[in-house]
Nanobody, 125 residues
Framework: QVQLVESGGGLVQAGGSLRLSCAAS????????IGWFRQAPGKEREGVSR????????DYADSVKGRFTISRDNAKKMVYLQMNSLKPEDTAIYYC??????????????????WGQGTQVTVSS
């Protein structure tokens, strides 16, 4: 069955780095854009970044531009989110989800499906 599994979260000090991974199974990753999203306690889920067919087709939320980098390896069926210069406000549960490549680019969580279970990222000040 279709499955996305996130990993790589943890506790890190402000200014530190983490690399999140999203492992895809049960479908052909090549045909899908993958988005990373996050949800902090008491807040709505928000789009962080998405990647299309290649590393040159990426989008980022303004809050993470210049600090986060998304990439994909279709052969390994993996999508990554490298997070640098982390801030306490980056603390959240991070999720990945998929959207068919043929559809318009968006970071709206409601436009994605097949969500993973999430991985917790905590940034201490």
């Amino acid at each position: 069955q279709v499955q996305l599994v996130e990993s790589g979260g943890g506790l890190v000090q402000a200014g530190g780095s983490l690399r999140l991974s999203c492992a895809a199974s049960g479908f052909t990753l090549d045909y899908y854009a993958i988005g990373w999203f996050r949800q902090a306690p008491g807040k709505e889920r928000e789009g962080v970044s998405r990647i299309g067919s290649s590393d040159s087709s990426t989008d980022y939320a303004d809050s993470v531009k210049g600090r986060f980098t998304i990439s994909r390896d279709n052969a390994k069926k993996m999508v990554y989110l490298q997070m640098n210069s982390l801030k306490p406000e980056d603390t959240a549960i991070y999720y990945c989800a998929r959207r068919p490549l043929l559809l318009p680019r968006t970071l709206l969580p409601s436009e994605y499906n097949s969500w993973g279970q999430g991985t917790q990222v905590t940034v201490s000040s």
